[in-house]
């Protein structure tokens, strides 16, 4: 910064001033003044009692020091350029005379002409700074106790502020008065500030206030201490239908950190945070919420924050504790969060209500949230609280890689809706650690430990999917399973509906007070389970008694391992529930599984292991209609019991080492006992009980060659207890048969004698019987019969019956798998009722079991051909099958491609004097056929034949109506020839716009030439021209031949955008143009200074009167226009308003 002038200089000014001002000889110099019309200096102590105007082309200079003084309510309007000079150790005060001065007012005048302000404090004020549509640049500014707003930005400010002070505002005003008080920087209206460093202290409704569609970029802001507003929300920070960007910034102790609203429909509405830290809120650290709460379809994305923190809302540090709503709220709105750790907080860690796919979250952390007491909602104790979160078309909210942990209540709740997400943590909660109430989620990676309640629970929700799911050492000292279980559902679901399942697969259950519990639940599908060790048990439980609807649970794939010794309780205890058990394996030493069926469907055990060391049960039974049961062992030191039930069991076993091999028969139940290992003689409670040892028996049919006998029939029939039998066997003679009951136990009789069966077996009026043998184990059963020599049976492989093919193509017949129950040797005749024998006519194998027409030989002709193939043995035995098949000559498969396309209702639109490309490669014929195609237009007499088809033709249409068709042929000289017919639309063709930029050189003085005289017009009608700049607007126009397509001139400073447009003198292209884009820059032209009188040297005595003149001097940059004289002046004729401002300056040493 230059040295301030010293006293003598400035009166050298002053005297040289009041000559040039007084004589007539400087009326050019006046001239150039009369623009700029004057530079203040302001320097010790200036008193404004009606306020200041620096005057469009004014500029105002405040040197250091300086002390300027307002009356009450009075302001200093900039128009012009104001350039303030303070320092740190000597800044320039802006104070009041008496009462509330209104500071400075910027208008959109002073847009661009650099005013500055360095090192200004404003004291006493109710508007500190107030810009309209302008862009000063301001660093180093104090605004201490505006009463209402410090810094006001309106019309499209975008002023650059660096280091901001702002300390107090609003607390000498009224409570009840207008709500717009104690705001630091507000900004709205469209403006765009750029802030690097702001501290905002103290203040009663708004640190940052942003409104009206405003923008810009925040840096560096803290703000702390807003508080006290009772007309409206106070706020550190407010944003509303604004879209700023906030960085490196902090809020604290305010009653509100950071709040977005969305009002203005059509306005977008999002701030984006980076490094924010919001402390110690009163009531909520960060709000984001549309006002129109019931617009909650398609919400939009209000805020976008990344690495936020949050922590201490409500709590001890601030204003006012225990007032706390929530640390993060978000209401009918959407946000994105890349990052954020939300700790401390006695509130609700992070809120959310009505929300959709707009809200996506990514690495989110909320420890030690949740509001503490036993009166206190359920839902205000949680970490994560969201609820109607909507799963709409484009799908459910998104949240992942999720840790909460140490929340007084559920660490997350979700109610009702649905969302999305993978890898979340959640432990140390005084509640669930992860809560879902009529809820929809479809979350994978989820780790629940040692929380007071439930690890994952489930409640009153369908369509629920959940994968790879760990939770340990949850609800330790809970009093039942219902209060603490590693999973808990209940009453999800409680109807069966397409879709709408619920599901977890993969879910570990470790050392949780009770491993999985479900209750009244239905349609529930649990795949690869594991618990293990459980401390309390059963540790699988599951109790539909209170369901009214019919259903099932799925479990598949289920492993426990417990290690409790508890003698009274089972591993597994199932209560009114039908299910689909697989792969369940148990190993424990209390009991095994207790399964009481409700019995309105079928249930089923699969593929299992119960492994129970427990002397009082291993496995029980109760009230199945129908239990089936295959391949599951038991290892039991106490017989499985079965009470009311019929159940089947299969390929099951005891295993050796086995204690007890026997089962409790109680009352009323049938054991179906099938293809399964040694059992021991049941033991009872009541006479009403049956236990069945059944076995299966695989029966063979085979003639006296030992080959099986397709679609044979046999019998079976039994000594005791069962029905004869009849079956027809499959083509490959083979099939298994039964169960059939072997030995049969009751408690009266015992074990019955070994059933005996009896088969027989039919096929061409044979019969024959097979020894009877005793049904004690499987059995496989041959029965031959000695059948009379039969013929050969054909396997017809291909072609398929009613196949078409092309004309003379290549047709496989093959027959090669047909076989003969008496193994002779087979011949193969293939022929047709077109060409007849086509055997030897075609290229046949050894046996002609497989010919190959119109391959190498061309034995089949067009038509439709029944074709018959007998195939006969050595005895002379044959078989006949006939098939239908068509060749036929295919038309061409004609492909049409056309450059330009044409449009998708056909019409091809082009311009008068434009060709159209008509390519025809694509085409082809099925029998590769010679080709002819041709091209016929609806006006033309004569066709266009292409030289080569399928090939490509350039086809021009001279002398055209505006409108006609062309069409396509192509034959292949046998079927009719194939056509595709497209309309054509003729347009006048707009000129193409084409210019160059010819310059002398890159400042605003320098002369340039805009040449489109390389613009031409297809079909020669005159042009229609313009130029434009983005600038200066339009630069020339006209119509040829009367004006030439240039221009020659000046543009002022700035980077244009130079535009030219073309068109015709057709009328209905009235408003069409082409257009042709090139950027210049042009450069701001220095201003000039030359003393041309008193010349170098002159000399003269002090008593003669100077006369100063400034001939030649000026900036091209000012309008001659704006001058009262520009003689002799630099300065632009060609334009109407000046581009720069210029101060003027004599100086003598």
């Not at 407010?238 to 490196?248: F, M, Q, T």
């Not at 909520?284 to 994305?301: D, K």
């Not at 399973?481 to 879910?507: I, M, P, Q, R, T």
């Not at 054909?794 to 047709?811: C, K, T």
């Amino acid at each position: 910064m230059p040295a301030p002038y010293s006293p003598e200089f400035r009166r050298a000014i002053f005297l040289v001033s009041i000559l040039l001002f007084s004589s007539v000889i400087f009326a050019p110099m006046t001239s150039l003044a009369s623009f700029s019309k004057s530079t203040t200096v302001w320097n010790g102590t200036i008193n404004l009692v009606d306020g200041y105007t620096v005057e469009s082309g004014e500029i105002l200079i405040v040197e250091a020091g300086t002390e300027i003084n307002l009356g009450d309510d009075k302001d200093i309007l900039i128009a012009g350029r104001i350039t303030i000079q303070g320092s740190s150790s000597s800044p320039v005060i802006l104070n009041s005379i008496i009462g509330n001065h209104d500071g400075l007012i910027f208008n959109s005048s002073s847009n661009g002409l650099g005013s500055i302000i360095d090192n200004l404090t404003i004291r006493n004020s109710e508007y500190g700074i107030t810009i309209y549509g302008s862009n000063p640049t301001i660093n180093n500014l104090t605004v201490e106790n505006a009463d209402l707003v410090a810094i006001d930005l309106f019309d499209s400010a975008s002023p650059r502020i660096n280091d901001l002070i702002i300390e107090g505002g609003g607390q000498d005003i009224p409570l009840n008065t207008n709500w717009r008080k104690g705001i630091g920087l507000s900004v709205g209206a469209s403006s765009s500030p750029i802030v690097n460093g702001a501290l905002i202290n103290d203040l009663v409704t708004r640190g940052l206030n942003y409104w009206g569609n405003s923008g810009g970029i925040i840096s560096n802001l803290h703000v702390s201490n807003i508080s006290g507003a009772t007309t409206t929300i106070a706020a550190g920070i407010w944003v509303e239908d604004s879209l700023p960007l906030i960085i490196d910034s902090s809020v604290k102790r305010s009653d509100n950190g950071i709040y977005v609203r969305h009002i203005t429909q059509g306005w977008n509405t999002r701030p984006t945070f980076t490094n924010v830290i919001v402390e110690d809120s009163q009531y909520r650290g960060v709000m984001v919420e549309q006002y129109n709460h019931s617009q909650f379809s398609n919400l939009p994305m209000n805020a976008v924050f990344t690495n936020l923190i949050i922590r201490g809302t409500g709590g001890i540090d601030a204003k006012t504790p225990g007032l706390g709503i929530a640390a993060l709220d978000v209401n009918t709105s959407g946000i994105k969060i890349e990052g954020a750790l939300i700790e401390n907080n006695p509130v609700v860690g992070f809120r959310a209500y009505m929300i959709d796919s707009s809200m996506i979250v990514n690495n989110l952390t909320l420890l030690g949230n949740g509001e503490n007491g036993l009166s206190v909602p359920f839902n205000d104790r949680a970490g994560l609280f969201w609820r109607s979160s909507n799963w709409g078309t484009s799908g459910p909210p998104t949240l992942n890689n999720l840790v909460v942990r140490n929340s007084s209540g559920p660490g997350i709740l979700l109610w009702k809706g649905g969302v999305r997400g993978t890898n979340w943590e959640t432990s140390e909660n005084g509640a669930s650690g992860v809560d879902f109430r009529e809820f929809h989620p479809d979350v994978n990676a989820i780790q629940s430990m040692n929380n007071t309640g439930h690890g994952v629970s489930v409640r009153d929700s369908s369509n629920v999917e959940l994968e790879y799911i760990v939770t340990s050492g949850n609800g330790v000292g809970s009093l039942s399973a219902n209060l603490g279980s590693g999973f808990y559902f209940d009453e999800s679901n409680d109807v069966v509906s397409g879709g709408k399942n619920v599901s977890c697969y993969v879910c570990t259950s470790i050392d949780d007070n009770y491993g999985i519990t479900v209750e009244d639940s239905i349609d529930l599908q649990l795949d690869t389970l594991t618990i293990i060790n459980s401390i309390n048990s059963p540790a699988f439980s599951a109790d539909n008694s209170g369901l009214s609807q019919n259903g099932n649970i799925i479990i598949n794939d289920i492993l426990i391992y417990s290690n409790s010794t508890d003698p009274d309780s089972y591993a597994i205890e199932l209560n009114d529930v039908d299910a689909e058990i697989s792969n369940l394996e148990i190993q424990v030493d209390n009991k095994g599984l207790y399964w009481d069926a409700e019995g309105s469907l079928i249930s089923y055990l699969n593929d299992s292991i119960i492994d129970s060391q427990n002397t009082d049960s291993c496995l029980d039974l109760v009230d199945h209609s129908e239990l089936l049961i295959n391949n599951t062992g038991l290892r039991c030191n106490s017989s499985p019991s079965i009470d009311a039930s019929f159940v089947n069991m299969t390929n099951s076993f005891f295993y050796s080492n086995s204690s007890s091999k026997n089962f409790l028969m109680k009352s009323s139940s049938h054991l179906r006992w099938i293809s399964s290992s040694v059992m021991d003689t049941p033991s009872f409670q009541s006479d009403d009980n049956i236990v069945d040892e059944m076995w299966f028996v695989e029966t063979h049919v085979l003639n006296q060659y030992l080959n099986h006998i397709p679609f044979s029939s046999v019998n079976l029939s039994f000594d005791n207890y069962e029905s004869e039998y009849f079956q027809i066997l499959p083509y490959e003679g083979i099939d298994i048969l039964g169960p059939f009951i072997g030995e049969r136990w009751t408690p009266i009789s015992g074990w019955s004698e070994v059933n005996n069966v009896h088969t027989g077996c039919d096929y061409d009026l044979v019969h024959n019987d097979s020894e009877s043998f005793e049904l004690n184990s499987n059995k496989v059963v041959n029965c031959i019969l000695e059948i009379s020599n039969q013929p050969p049976i054909i396997m017809w492989l291909l072609p398929e019956s009613d196949g078409v093919y092309a004309s003379g193509s290549e047709v496989i017949f093959d027959a090669s798998s047909s076989w003969d129950l008496d193994n002779e040797l087979m011949t193969y005749s293939w022929s047709s009722n077109i060409d007849g024998d086509i055997t030897s006519s075609c290229q046949f194998n050894d046996n002609n079991s497989i010919i190959i027409a119109n391959g190498i030989f061309q034995c089949l002709s067009d038509g439709i051909h029944q074709i018959t193939l007998e195939v006969c043995d050595s005895s002379f035995n044959c078989a006949i099958e006939v098939r239908t098949i068509e060749l036929t000559n295919s038309p061409p498969l004609l492909t049409v491609d056309t450059t330009p396309d044409i449009s998708a209702w056909g019409t091809l639109y082009l311009g008068k004097t434009d060709s159209v490309n008509i390519d025809l490669t694509g085409t082809s014929d099925p029998e590769n056929d010679e080709l002819s195609c041709w091209i016929r237009v609806s006006y033309e007499q004569n066709d266009t034949f292409l030289q080569d088809c399928p090939g490509q033709i350039n086809k021009t249409f001279p002398f055209a109506p505006n409108q006609f068709s062309v069409t396509v042929f192509a034959t292949d000289g046998i079927n009719s020839p194939v056509t595709w017919t497209f309309n054509v639309e003729l347009f006048n063709e707009l000129p193409i716009a084409s210019f160059e930029i010819i310059t002398t050189g890159t400042k605003s003085q320098d002369i340039l030439s805009l040449d489109g005289t390389n613009t031409f017009d297809p079909e020669g009608d005159e042009i229609k021209f313009e130029f434009w700049s983005d600038i200066d607007g339009l630069i020339d126009s006209g119509v040829t031949p009367e004006n030439s397509i240039e221009w020659s001139g000046t543009l002022s400073k700035g980077t244009h955008l130079i535009t030219m447009y073309a068109s015709d003198d057709i009328p209905n292209h009235a408003g069409r143009w082409t257009s042709s884009e090139k950027t210049l820059v042009i450069e701001n032209s220095p201003p000039v200074a030359l003393i041309s009188f008193p010349n170098e040297g002159y000399s003269t005595d002090s008593g003669f009167l100077i006369p100063f003149d400034a001939s030649g001097s000026g900036d091209w940059d000012i309008a001659c226009l704006d001058l009262e004289n520009s003689t002799g002046i630099i300065c632009n004729h060609f334009s109407e308003s000046s581009k720069d401002l210029v101060s003027v300056l004599w100086q003598s040493n």
